[in-house]
């Protein structure tokens, strides 16, 4: 496609629901990133990948949260046993070249989790 | 540590001129980019700097001042559309995922 997506766009969870939350980055993007943002805040960092490799989960917030991009396309973030503090808008980006390179990162329109 | 500051919110007149600063604190620095975000969708990419001076592209303009950890976003012969957050984000040396700071969010009035 076109730009980076990213479904569902809205998950209403109940405590302790696991949810699954898909990116399709562009095609071709070697690094793809996933981001949290809560409400009037800017994007936090998750964790990173190129092509299928997990290189960065420092910013997994616990080990609820799970990652995968098992042929270096699609990628899913899991949450176990949500809470409500997982409430957030889940963002993922896909840039062109991974490693040090300095090409600018292209944000889905994020997936807004809501945990009751 | 890893710091990134900008105002929290601005209001500007239709037809005139903005600037939205932001202040960053890095262990290292590979460039800074400025993010326009609308409620409900996606940062969208608007400039970046990784050298001092301005860069234009037209009617915004980016600055860049590395020995100040400074930089703003100017924004010209505003719009009613221009009204959404901004975010400046900074990737450090050897690390690949943007820091961002916390966003202004532009108000654009007639």
């Known amino acids: 496609g076109a730009g980076v997506s990213q479904s569902p766009r809205y998950k209403v969870a109940k405590r302790g629901q696991d949810v699954a939350l898909r990116c399709d980055p562009i095609?071709?993007?070697?690094?793809l990133f996933w981001y949290q943002q809560a409400l009037g805040q800017g994007p936090e960092f998750l964790t990173y990948f190129q092509n299928e490799a997990q290189l960065d989960k420092s910013g997994l917030p616990s080990d609820r949260f799970f990652a995968e991009r098992p042929e270096g396309s699609v990628s899913t973030l899991k949450i176990q046993r949500t809470q409500q503090e997982d409430s957030a808008v889940y963002l993922c980006?896909?840039?062109?070249?991974?490693?040090?390179?300095?090409?600018?990162?292209?944000f889905g329109p994020g997936t807004r989790l809501t945990v009751l | 540590g890893q710091n990134i500051d900008q105002p929290t919110e601005m209001t500007a007149t239709e037809g005139a001129i903005v600037q939205i600063n932001c202040t960053y604190q890095?262990?290292?620095?590979?460039?800074l980019f400025w993010y326009q975000q609308h409620a409900g969708e996606a940062p969208t990419f608007l400039s970046y700097n990784v050298l001092d001076g301005l860069e234009e592209k037209g009617r915004f303009s980016s600055f860049l001042s590395r020995s100040k950890g400074y930089s703003y976003l100017l924004l010209k012969e505003l719009q009613m559309k221009d009204s959404a957050s901004y975010l400046c984000?900074?990737?450090?040396?050897?690390?690949?995922?943007?820091?961002f700071g916390k966003g202004t969010r532009l108000s654009v009035i007639a």
């Open positions: 984000a900074v990737r450090d040396l050897g690390n690949t995922p943007l820091v």
């Open positions: 980006a896909s840039r062109r070249r991974g490693g040090d390179g300095t090409d600018t990162q292209y």
């Open positions: 095609s071709g993007h070697v690094s």
């Open positions: 890095t262990s290292g620095f590979n460039g």
